[in-house]
């Protein structure tokens, strides 16, 4: 599974709040509206520069705060491909995981605002094309590959009527 797409940075403990705010959650359960609204307290502009398949790039504590699921939601929506961050709020990494966004932990210092990066997530690794580096990531488990592979926990067991491991 190889993704491909600019790097977009923030820096450390974005909680959940700073990637969709409380004032869109509570008011509409639209995904596609609320993408339109994701990480703008920390960028008023982010989601006007955004393309398809755009990586989020981060610090450490990514997705700290609340465990509601909108904010890994909306980031899908906004058709970011996944997110790279230092480390993960446990379970926002286990929402992300389960609604088919995936996240990866890595040293992040070595990527810069606006590098192209192709993702490879079976073999762990990061190629910084804009900085011609190889960075590896935290390998996702075989059963993790699979999950984001059909789309997410709901579509693999509506896929196989069991978790397949």
């Excluded at 995904?31 to 960028?43: N, P, S, T």
């Amino acid at each position: 599974m190889k993704l491909k797409g600019r790097a977009h940075k923030f820096g450390n403990d974005v909680n959940t709040d700073y990637i969709i705010s409380g004032r869109y959650k509570f008011k509409t359960l639209d995904m596609r509206e609320l993408a339109k609204h994701v990480m703008e307290d920390l960028d008023p502009n982010f989601y006007k520069k955004i393309k398809k398949g755009d990586f989020i790039v981060a610090g450490r504590n990514f997705g700290c705060g609340s465990s509601r699921e909108q904010a890994p939601l909306a980031i899908k929506y906004a058709k970011i491909s996944g997110i790279i961050a230092k480390s993960f709020a446990r379970i926002f990494y286990r929402n992300a995981i389960n609604i088919g966004l995936p996240v990866m932990e890595c040293n992040t210092d070595r990527i810069k605002e606006g590098d192209e990066l192709e993702v490879d997530l079976e073999e762990g690794i990061i190629y910084n094309k804009s900085r011609k580096k190889k960075i590896k990531f935290k390998p996702l488990s075989r059963f993790m590959i699979e999950i984001l592979k059909d789309g997410g926990l709901a579509a693999h067991f509506k896929k196989y009527g069991t978790f397949k491991l």
